[in-house]
């Protein structure tokens, strides 16, 4: 044996088992017990190990699906605090939803329904509006909204300027089902039947500002945690469907006033929920995907 390689000793050895068995704890999922082989080397490997912050100042090592799964877990909590405020503490606010002649791609789209009810699911406000085209089929089927339907409602120009003062009167936070959708149809039909000029009825800042609008659909998205790597976040869900895995029973769908009473119920199953269930298992994957 060379004088230069000398037998390790015990302790050295010990203390060489226990660095490695250090390392590898290092680079273990601390959840569902994977290793990153590589033990950090390759920071572009699937296996990679991340130190994460939670519960105050502590430091967790989690695999990108885990991680992925505990930040899921955190904003759930989030969102039912939140949510349980907001009912707890009476907090008034408007759910607004409204009815189209088609999506906001089409040039001419615009509201034939609109309904907005408060926190406690009465109605503030609803009314049909006649529209300057003929009832599109494909609409009517959805919403049942035919040209028969809709003779005799007043035009949009007609009932916006109680909206406007029902919305900028006390200016409560606003919340939707796909809360850009319904804010982006009042701005086209606003445009479209001349409402945006100075000489009339001006948009309103209170109502333009996206600040003042809160999208439950995006809200339950976070919450339910149908994860997409194609979109890199929460796949949006049918107002149906959260209804339906909430067990919420529900009718009168896809008109105003019972979309916006049937996501006030959304809403308040969730608030429900704080601190009540425990957290589930895994993040939900199946094949439901509703979202625009």
Same mark, same amino acid.
């Given at each position: 044996?060379?004088?230069?390689?000398? =037998?390790?000793?015990?302790?050295?050895?010990?203390?060489?088992?226990?660095?490695?068995?250090?390392?590898? !704890?290092?680079?273990? +999922?601390?959840?569902?017990?994977?290793?990153?082989?590589? +033990?950090?080397?390759? !920071?572009? @490997?699937?296996?990679?190990?991340?130190?994460?912050?939670?519960?105050?100042?502590?430091?967790?090592?989690?695999?990108?699906?885990?991680?992925?799964?505990?930040?899921?877990?955190?904003?759930?909590? /989030?969102?039912?605090?939140?949510?349980?405020?907001?009912?707890?503490?009476?907090?008034?606010?408007?759910?607004?939803?409204?009815?189209?002649?088609?999506?906001?791609?089409?040039?001419?789209?615009?509201?034939?329904?609109?309904?907005?009810?408060?926190?406690?699911?009465?109605?503030?406000?609803?009314?049909? +509006?006649?529209?300057?085209?003929?009832?599109?089929?494909? %609409?009517?089927?959805?919403?049942?909204?035919?040209? &028969?339907?809709?003779?005799?409602?007043?035009?949009?120009?007609?009932?916006?300027?109680?909206?406007?003062?029902?919305?900028? %009167?006390?200016?409560? =936070?606003?919340?939707?089902?796909?809360? &850009?959708?319904?804010?982006?149809?009042?701005? /086209?039909? %606003?445009?479209?039947?001349?409402?945006?000029? =100075?000489?009339?009825?001006?948009?309103?800042? &209170?109502?333009?500002? /996206? @600040?003042?609008?809160?999208?439950?659909?995006?809200?339950?998205?976070?919450?339910?945690?149908?994860? @997409?790597?194609? /979109?890199?976040?929460?796949?949006?869900?049918?107002?149906?469907?959260? +209804?339906?895995?909430?067990?919420?029973?529900?009718?009168?769908?896809?008109?105003?006033?019972?979309? %916006?009473?049937?996501?006030?119920?959304?809403?308040?199953?969730?608030?429900?929920?704080?601190?009540?269930?425990?957290?589930?298992?895994?993040? =939900?994957?199946?094949?439901?995907?509703?979202?625009?």
């Amino acid at each position: 044996m060379s004088p230069h390689h000398r =037998p390790a000793t015990e302790k050295q050895l010990a203390a060489l088992v226990k660095a490695r068995t250090a390392l590898v !704890k290092k680079h273990t +999922c601390e959840r569902c017990g994977e290793e990153d082989p590589s +033990c950090g080397l390759d !920071k572009q @490997s699937d296996w990679r190990i991340y130190n994460v912050q939670r519960e105050g100042e502590i430091i967790h090592r989690y695999c990108i699906s885990c991680r992925l799964y505990f930040r899921w877990i955190d904003s759930r909590q /989030k969102i039912e605090q939140q949510l349980h405020t907001l009912f707890a503490e009476q907090i008034p606010f408007y759910l607004l939803d409204t009815e189209t002649t088609g999506k906001l791609e089409s040039r001419t789209c615009q509201i034939v329904e609109i309904a907005i009810i408060d926190q406690d699911a009465q109605v503030v406000y609803q009314s049909l +509006c006649k529209p300057d085209i003929t009832m599109p089929a494909s %609409a009517s089927e959805v919403n049942g909204l035919t040209d &028969e339907v809709l003779a005799d409602a007043p035009t949009f120009t007609q009932i916006w300027p109680e909206v406007v003062k029902i919305l900028t %009167a006390n200016e409560p =936070p606003l919340y939707a089902w796909n809360a &850009e959708f319904d804010r982006q149809a009042l701005l /086209k039909t %606003a445009t479209r039947f001349g409402l945006m000029v =100075p000489e009339m009825l001006q948009w309103p800042e &209170e109502v333009k500002q /996206k @600040s003042r609008w809160h999208c439950a659909m995006k809200m339950h998205a976070r919450w339910y945690g149908e994860w @997409s790597n194609g /979109k890199d976040n929460y796949r949006w869900q049918s107002l149906g469907w959260a +209804c339906s895995d909430l067990e919420i029973e529900g009718s009168n769908w896809h008109r105003a006033i019972g979309d %916006a009473q049937q996501t006030l119920r959304v809403l308040q199953a969730i608030a429900d929920r704080n601190g009540g269930y425990p957290p589930p298992d895994e993040m =939900p994957s199946h094949q439901y995907y509703y979202g625009e």
